[in-house]
């Protein structure tokens, strides 16, 4: 669903008023089409990077309405230093060469101050060394570990969400103590299966468990019953993270090769995101357990803000749309928009964030970060941000699938997702 | 929020001698609808709708001749009306909105989804006018946007250079080749400031065509949008008061020659590949990860070469599958009337396939485009209430939805693949005599039909990465 009204188009205007030189340094182009509408103060623009249209297009809608959520309720709270908050929205058909053309238009035509908001990794990879050419604060909201491995650049942050490595990392302990200590892995056979595969095997033999089979899934497979046989007779627990329009059909074979009895089971919600847990096909999964960012099912013990920040982005207990309840959200990502946002909020008051030329300051500022705790700030739960690899650290959640609803079993803390550092990004100069 | 943005005059690019950016593949598939196709039984339903097919061709053959054309004679029509002054005035309002939509996409917002030039264009005329075309009335002729400005500067006969007839629509159909290059390859086709450059450029390439070869000339051989919509309005019912089966029109004898056959390949070769190239089995085969696609940026070249190579295959087979009809029959047929002959008999194909691939797409962008009429301008208007109309994507996901929506995409395909069958039988039966030549001569014909119904609608079950 995507609420049209809900946007209010605030035309920008050569501000009157206090901070002259706030107005020359915002960045605010002459009127467009002649817009009457006076603004006391020059907006902060922040450039929204969104996947409107390509594969993304699923997360972008749902990027797109969690981000005008968030703005409407940072701007009725006074806006950023006293300024209203613009979001100039381009789209980067989820393509890693149009999203770095689009930083070009967000820095050069647009003028923004920062720009955020890129979900899929390649995207972010493609993008991010044009941020750092533009000297464009960039925050993604990606959960990839590129950020945090080095890859990227001292412009490029993600303080809103976490990253793939802390996820996996952190659900070995509950696995080897509740489900079992041997495990086999299915995964698809590109980057992002094995970065599982290596993540998790570290993490699973730290809790003295042991990855009994890898079961590596070539990505054009649709159909996959000829490789249960190779899942060892021992396995206690199933670790699969499939993906892509054949993961309906993954379950429903898993199904038809187990029966009523099989071992337990444990997935990613990545690869039901969008997708009813109550649809037909996917009834195998009663008793299985998922990662979940953020729980979709509304919990009975969820916390003020969880509950406020649900209700704000217009999605009930299900997880879905409230006014339309087969519009399943991507709840355990899209959080980290809003908390992304209101991150950019705080490092830009912090730093006295005036135009462009404090960009760096900006940077700085939220490398200074460290404690986040749960507040409407960050729905999502206590985090800890690490400025020297710009990546948060946050709660991650397991859930089980019971009758068709996810409830929460256990949240691993912070501590549990901590990895070695791979890289000090403020050594590099701005 | 959405910014309204001045873009420097300068920016503008006239005369940028590109074609039309229209069409696109929107890829706007939605992941977890395409999950619930990948669990319907489609092998047993492509199975059936290819029976349906062949079962069509097995009964012609004994089909009495003259049959199909008593059947398609289409009946007169009592009313007549005169239209011709009110459709300079609609052409001219179809003008002016193309003028406020190019506007809005150099100075609206800039999301592709809340910008009416990308989704008019697309989502408006690319996917709903065209069945409009093909199956109801002969809209272009009304709201044809290029006639209105050259007509207010100067009468439609005035000619400076002679487009000789002979050229015949090559012309269009080189341009056609080109438009549906852009369309699968750019990189952003949805892009309003790139989108209103293409528009306009094309417009000042169709306005200065005009100017130098005569309106009447240009329109009827260049402008490649004219010849498209004037190809596929012969599969409509109704046409100049006479109401018939779709497809009657084309039995009605018509000069149509090899840029005619040409111009049909391309529509459909083009139309397949769009299909296609976003399969797990194209992906496979360039080496792509279809779990990790990387971007249109990234598949330029492969994308071009496929698209090229599609419509040089397709010219190939069905040459030969006219040219064995031809080995095989007694009485004596040129090649090249068959070939072009039997090529047109293509056209309910392309047509019924553009309705089907689109078909899911359309569902929610049309309520997009709905939604983005409550405030063209970005001034915060709510107009007619449109406004707080939601966009409900969740009917995707349900899967009694996805196999009706697939059902009627598999109905359209299918259909269309009969109505070929039939036009193709009649194809025949004008070309030779006996009836064992007629069956023999649309030999290849059919078995390339069977295929193609096959291809189509594993189109629609396959899985895709794109």
């Not at chain 2, 990234?298 to 040459?319: E, Q, R």
Request: proline share 5%.
């Amino acid at each position: 669903m995507t609420d049209l009204t809900k946007l209010t188009r605030r035309k920008t205007l050569l501000g009157l008023g206090a901070g002259a030189g706030a107005l020359a340094a915002g960045g605010v182009m002459p009127g467009s089409l002649g817009f009457a509408q006076a603004q006391s103060s020059a907006p902060i623009k922040i450039g929204f990077q969104k996947h409107a249209t390509g594969i993304g297009a699923a997360y972008g809608r749902w990027y797109d309405t969690t981000t005008q959520a968030a703005v409407a309720r940072i701007n009725d709270m006074g806006g950023i230093n006293g300024r209203p908050v613009e979001i100039v929205t381009e789209d980067d058909a989820t393509d890693p060469g149009r999203g770095a053309e689009v930083l070009e238009k967000f820095a050069n035509q647009h003028k923004v101050d920062v720009a955020f908001g890129t979900l899929f990794s390649h995207v972010v990879i493609g993008s991010a060394p044009r941020a750092g050419e533009l000297k464009l604060p960039y925050f993604v909201v990606s959960e990839g570990h590129h950020v945090a491995s080095g890859m990227l650049n001292r412009y490029t942050l993600q303080p809103g969400i976490t990253d793939v490595k802390s996820q996996v990392v952190s659900m070995a302990p509950f696995i080897a103590d509740n489900l079992g200590k041997k495990v086999t892995m299915i995964y698809p056979d590109f980057a992002f299966g094995h970065d599982h595969r290596d993540f998790f095997s570290e993490a699973i033999a730290a809790q003295g468990g042991e990855v009994v089979a890898k079961i590596a899934i070539p990505p054009t497979e649709t159909t996959f019953t000829r490789y249960f046989p190779s899942i060892p007779r021992e396995t206690e627990v199933i670790y699969h993270v499939m993906v892509g329009p054949a993961v309906l059909t993954f379950v429903k074979e898993l199904g038809e090769f187990f029966g009523p009895s099989r071992p337990e089971l444990f997935g990613f919600i990545d690869s039901l995101e969008a997708v009813d847990i109550k649809s037909p096909g996917l009834e195998f999964l009663e008793g299985a357990f998922f990662w979940e960012g953020m729980p979709r099912h509304q919990q009975a013990d969820a916390s003020d803000a969880s509950n406020a920040y649900r209700a704000a982005v217009g999605v009930n207990e299900r997880g879905a749309a409230i006014d339309d309840p087969s519009n399943v959200s991507t709840y355990a990502h899209m959080f980290g928009c809003w908390e992304t946002l209101h991150v950019i909020k705080a490092g830009m008051e912090a730093a006295d964030y005036q135009g462009p030329a404090d960009r760096a300051k900006l940077i700085e500022a939220v490398e200074a970060m460290t404690d986040m705790p749960e507040s409407i700030e960050h729905p999502q739960g206590d985090k800890v941000f690490n400025g020297k690899t710009h990546q948060a650290f946050g709660k991650q959640y397991i859930s089980k699938v019971s009758d068709g609803t996810l409830n929460v079993v256990h949240t691993a803390s912070i501590e549990d997702g901590m990895y070695e550092d791979e890289v000090n990004y403020t050594t590099q100069s701005l | 929020m959405y910014t309204n943005k001045m873009i420097s005059l300068v920016k503008l690019v006239f005369g940028v001698l590109g074609a039309f950016m229209l069409g696109t593949t929107p890829v706007w598939a939605h992941a977890a609808n395409q999950g619930f196709v990948l669990l319907l039984p489609t092998t047993a339903y492509i199975a059936g709708g290819t029976v349906t097919v062949a079962l069509t061709i097995l009964l012609l053959i004994f089909a009495k001749p003259g049959i199909i054309d008593a059947v398609m004679q289409p009946v007169p029509l009592r009313f007549t009306a005169s239209t011709l002054p009110l459709r300079d005035w609609s052409q001219s309002t179809g003008a002016l909105c193309l003028a406020l939509l190019i506007l809005i996409g150099l100075r609206g917002p800039t999301d592709p989804q809340a910008n009416l030039l990308p989704l008019v264009i697309w989502t408006v005329w690319w996917m709903l006018f065209f069945v409009v075309q093909a199956l109801i009335f002969d809209l272009w002729s009304w709201i044809n946007p290029f006639p209105a400005v050259h007509r207010m500067l100067m009468s439609e006969h005035r000619v400076i250079l002679n487009l000789p007839s002979r050229l015949s629509i090559w012309p269009a159909v080189v341009l056609m080749a080109a438009f549906q290059g852009f369309v699968l390859a750019d990189t952003a086709p949805n892009d309003p400031d790139r989108l209103a450059v293409f528009a306009l450029g094309y417009w000042a390439l169709t306005l200065g065509g005009m100017t130098v070869f005569g309106r009447e000339a240009w329109l009827k051989q260049v402008e490649c949008f004219s010849v498209l919509f004037a190809l596929i309005g012969l599969i409509r019912m109704g046409r100049s008061n006479r109401l018939g089966l779709p497809g009657w029109q084309l039995l009605q004898d018509r000069d149509h020659d090899l840029s005619h056959a040409i111009f049909v390949v391309i529509i459909l070769a083009a139309g397949s590949f769009d299909g296609l190239y976003e399969t797990f089995w194209w992906l496979a085969k360039i080496g792509v990860n279809p779990l990790e696609y990387p971007g249109r940026t990234a598949l330029i070249m492969p994308t071009l070469i496929g698209l090229y190579g599609s419509i040089l295959l397709l010219t190939i087979i069905l040459a030969v599958a006219a040219f064995s009809g031809i080995k095989w029959v007694k009485d004596p047929v040129p090649f090249k009337a068959a070939f072009i002959r039997f090529a047109i008999t293509l056209l309910p194909i392309a047509i019924g396939y553009h309705f089907a691939h689109y078909f899911v797409t359309f569902l929610v962008q049309i309520q997009i485009v709905v939604a983005g009429l409550a405030d063209p301008l970005a001034q915060g208007w709510n107009l007619f209430g449109l406004g707080s109309r939601r966009v409900l994507v969740g009917f995707l996901t349900v899967p009694e939805n996805v196999k009706i929506i697939w059902f009627t995409q598999a109905g359209m395909v299918v259909m269309s693949h009969v109505l070929a069958v039939v036009l193709c039988h009649r194809t025949a039966e004008a070309l030779v005599s006996s009836r064992r030549d007629v069956v023999m001569l649309q030999l290849g014909l059919s078995i390339l039909m069977i295929f193609y119904t096959i291809f189509g609608l594993w189109l629609l079950a396959s899985p895709r990465g794109a």
